[in-house]
């Protein structure tokens, strides 16, 4: 399956006008599509599944910046944490500390997003506003060197209700603004998929997780 250039050149054009990044969401497709989106200047890739994304690491060029978009469990950051450019689901305490051990192995920093549930009827992972607010109590307390919280990600609900994805996405950026007066260090606002980036953007998203827009549909079965 080839990638969708025209997409692509048309994506970045209108990213780079509102000054958001592009991370292409490549979980499920093949290194060769990987590559090719490469070859046009793609730098930031997102995977969801660590093993995958572990085997794509290995081959494709070391300058690619990969974002694993996930839920990620603890056991595994051990597998990522040398390279991982940025952590987008960081959804406890507990996994931020991994995350903090394995990159002080590594002698690194990582960057992570704390992942805010925001869609109002599915289930997805994430803190609330409470939840959130202990943990950032917790952050500036806890002694965690080798990790910088740079901001925050959530997703909208799978909906045709673009008013409700709409107040969903508001409800978030509200929150980042919030955050950001306490935590400096919060720069980075992930929100907007295919379906629903151009809304994420007039609510004030910094960074869009696109995948079927421009590798097509995953099939999940072979
Ligand atoms: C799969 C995925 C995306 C990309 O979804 P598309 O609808 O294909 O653009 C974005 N974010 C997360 C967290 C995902 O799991």
């Known amino acids: 399956m080839a990638i969708n250039k025209e997409a692509y050149k048309k994506l970045i054009e209108e990213l780079n006008a509102e000054k958001v990044t592009l991370v292409a969401v490549s979980k499920t497709k093949p290194v060769a599509d990987i590559q090719e989106l490469y070859d046009l200047g793609q730098r930031d890739f997102g995977e969801n599944y660590v093993q995958e994304l572990v085997d794509k690491e290995t081959v494709l ?44 192995k590594n002698n690194r920093v990582i960057d992570c ?77 992930s929100m907007g998929m295919s379906g629903d980036y151009t809304i994420a953007i007039e609510e004030g998203s910094t960074m869009v997780r696109i995948g079927s827009l421009l590798f097509g549909a995953r099939e999940y079965q072979k």
């Open 113 to 189: 997003l704390l992942q805010v549930h925001i869609a109002q009827e599915e289930t997805k992972f994430g803190f609330d506003e409470t939840e959130l607010n202990v943990l950032m109590r917790e952050y500036a307390n806890v002694q965690m060197k080798n990790i910088t919280i740079v901001g925050l990600m959530g997703m909208a609900s799978f909906s045709d209700d673009l008013q409700k994805v709409r107040s969903e996405f508001k409800k978030l950026k509200i929150l980042f603004d919030q955050f950001n007066i306490q935590h400096p260090t919060l720069k980075i606002l």
């Open 61 to 104: 060029p070391k300058d690619i910046r990969w974002h694993f978009i996930g839920h990620l469990q603890s056991n595994k950051v051990k597998y990522i944490a040398s390279f991982v450019h940025l952590i987008h689901g960081v959804d406890s305490l507990n996994l931020l500390k991994e995350i903090n051990k394995q990159a002080a």
